[in-house]
């Protein structure tokens, strides 16, 4: 029996480290966005650009939660589940996916933990996965409550948080995202231990990108094949790309156990980039993302 069940365990061990070894959907091919001029490989800016740019915004934090903060002895875990669009059929996702057929509609995973450090102060830290990719962002918020606490006026609390977050998991892209939000909730209180809590906001999301040493010829050994110029490039960071997320949701708590929904609106990137004197164009569209958040409460 031991050996029997040794010999599964194996199997599968092996089947889990297959499919960690096979790139998913959604994992970047950087390589495929370059090209040849006059011998030297060159990088397709704006194409790179336009993924990072819908890149960060699936892989951002999200806020899930009111303004409220969670007081000084609160803390709070949650697992957010998310559906977010992407530009479906847009050239530079085929390019670099390696023309793999992406869906319009891709799944991420957020999860976060939430500690009140003092009345008005929250902080937290959590990880968000991209579904059918190998990419992981890691990261943290800070929250300052302006107002909160009159939940029998009609005065609804006002705060600003502040996330940032840094990109794993791809051998191509180097990203990390910082932003910056505000949000106006109020507790609307239903009987001794459930209460709904409503709220809206704004987040300005900031992505800064750059991509690791990337290779024309990813296939070929250039010293054994005698290659007749470079085949190694880089995408360098073009500036910070600016995304607006508007956002509003609400948040339902029973005893300890907390149930969030949230809806946020992203136009289209508008922000150029600059490098060398030449304007990076940004062609990222317009995103959706629609959350369902499930923790505890304590």
């Not at 194996?10 to 959907?25: D, F, I, K, R, Y």
């Not at 990261?139 to 990109?167: C, D, N, Q, T």
């Not at 509003?248 to 600059?274: H, K, N, Q």
Request: hydrophobic fraction near 40%; charge should be negative; avoid cysteine.
């Amino acid at each position: 029996m031991p050996r029997r069940f040794l010999f599964s365990f194996a199997l599968v061990a092996a089947g889990l480290s297959s499919q960690e070894a096979m790139a998913g959907t959604y994992d970047l091919n950087l390589s495929r966005l370059g090209s040849v001029s006059g011998g030297v490989p060159v990088g397709d800016d704006a194409a790179f650009r336009s993924v990072a740019s819908e890149l960060g915004v699936l892989m951002a934090p999200k806020p899930v939660d009111s303004a409220d903060t969670l007081g000084l002895s609160g803390f709070a875990v949650s697992g957010d589940f998310s559906i977010n669009t992407i530009s479906k059929g847009a050239q530079f996702w085929t390019d670099a996916t390696d023309g793999r057929g992406i869906n319009k509609a891709a799944s991420t995973m957020q999860i976060m933990g939430r500690k009140g450090l003092w009345p008005g102060i929250e902080v937290g830290a959590g990880a968000t996965h991209l579904f059918d990719s190998r990419m992981w962002t890691f990261g943290g918020y800070g929250k300052v409550a302006l107002h909160e606490g009159f939940h029998h006026l009609p005065i609804p609390s006002i705060a600003l948080r502040g996330a940032f977050s840094r990109l794993v998991g791809s051998a191509d892209m180097n990203m990390t995202t910082a932003s910056g939000d505000i949000s106006i909730s109020h507790v609307f209180g239903v009987g001794k231990t459930f209460n709904i809590t409503p709220y809206i906001g704004y987040q300005a999301l900031f992505i800064l990108a750059r991509s690791h040493v990337l290779d024309i010829t990813p296939g070929t050994d250039e010293y054994l094949e005698g290659s007749s110029g470079p085949n190694e490039f880089i995408f360098k960071d073009a500036g910070a790309i600016l995304r607006h997320r508007p956002f509003l949701g609400a948040r339902f708590i029973f005893s300890v156990l907390r149930l969030g929904v949230e809806a946020m609106i992203v136009p289209g990137g508008g922000r150029d980039g600059e490098l060398n004197g030449m304007k990076i164009q940004d062609s990222s569209g317009l995103q959706q993302q629609y959350t369902l958040s499930l923790g505890l409460d304590f």
